[in-house]
């Protein structure tokens, strides 16, 4: 499947800047995924295909980063046991975010 690094914006307050890793695979049961961006990780819960943040103030660090950072990796392990790595570039990410806010309001 699509592997994809979302931060989105739901209906409520409550939803705004979540933070969501999907895999493309399933996730190993209960395991977690370590997300880094140019040095800084973060730990995130998995379910399913996805990976989130621990917290609304994990989301929100973890933004913090991606607007300064120039490379976000994302390390988890698959249902069948395999550790993958994906990396992505985060040029651009300032811009975007900034556009989304301005239209999810």
Request: one cysteine or more; aromatic letters at 8%.
């Amino acid at each position: 499947g699509d592997i994809r690094v979302f931060v989105s914006h739901g209906p409520g307050k409550a939803e705004r800047d979540v933070v969501q890793v999907i895999a493309g695979y399933r996730y190993k049961a209960q395991s977690d995924v370590t997300l880094s961006i140019d040095g800084k990780s973060f730990k995130l819960f998995t379910l399913e295909d996805r990976a989130y943040a621990e917290s609304e103030e994990d989301d929100r660090q973890i933004i913090v980063q991606m607007k300064r950072g120039n490379k976000m990796t994302v390390i988890g392990t698959s249902s069948r046991g395999t550790k993958t790595t994906d990396t992505y570039s985060l040029a651009g990410f300032t811009k975007t975010k900034a556009v989304i806010d301005k239209t999810c309001k």
